[in-house]
């Protein structure tokens, strides 16, 4: 198996550029190019690399952006509008998004940024999603939490499962955590849970 994606990988972590990288290959195999190295000779490269210092991605979500967008991405689930839910999916969105392989390497803000509005724009435009924080607004529907479960009953309402009025809302938060004007951002994620289960089978 050829092990070109985990140099390439490394020579990001690594921070080194084109030349400094051929450099490294030369060093270690006399050649200046992986495509005309063998395997073996490749293997070289990558074992120089990891005695600089290069780690291997892990399984799973890592860097500083990844808990922000695993955290939009289970809401975009529970919204009803992502389908896998699992961070292979994910790390297949940001690259789409910001061309970056691995939320390990999303180490930019701006890049970040880019993944992260996007999916906000998503769950506005396919859910419903409303992120304004105006003044105007009761203090409790100014958390992301809250928006996302009114979304969420929004379109419970739509299907016909819940009937079009704020006070069954308020109900059902407070029957499975607080009364909504006593709701913290923590709060949220298991009501919005409950209510991913319900919107998940209206959608399908």
């Known amino acids: 198996m050829s092990a070109i994606p985990a140099i390439h990988s490394a020579r990001r972590q690594l921070g080194l550029d084109e030349d400094a990288a051929r450099d490294l290959y030369e060093r270690e195999t006399g050649k200046r190019s992986l495509r005309l190295m063998s395997a073996g000779e490749q293997g070289k490269v990558l074992d120089a690399m990891r005695r600089a210092g290069f780690k291997p991605a892990k399984s799973g979500l890592e860097g500083p952006f990844a ?13 009803g509008i992502v389908r896998d839910r699992r961070d292979a999916a994910l790390i297949a969105f940001v690259k789409r998004q910001t061309r970056v392989d691995h939320t390990r390497f999303l ?4 890049d970040a940024a880019k993944a992260i509005d996007a999916l906000k724009a998503w769950m506005t435009r396919e859910a419903g999603v409303d992120w304004s924080s105006a003044l105007d607004r009761p203090a409790w529907l100014r958390l992301p939490g809250a928006q996302i479960a009114l979304a969420q009953w929004q379109i419970l309402i739509k299907a016909g499962m819940e009937p079009a009025a704020i006070e069954p809302f308020r109900a059902f938060v407070a029957e499975h955590a607080k009364p909504v004007d006593r709701m913290e951002a923590k709060d949220w994620q298991p009501v919005m849970n409950l209510l991913g289960e319900r919107v998940r089978k209206a959608v399908t």
């Open 67 to 79: 808990k922000k967008l695993q955290a939009l991405w289970i809401d975009a689930w529970n919204l």
């Open 107 to 110: 180490i930019d803000g701006e």
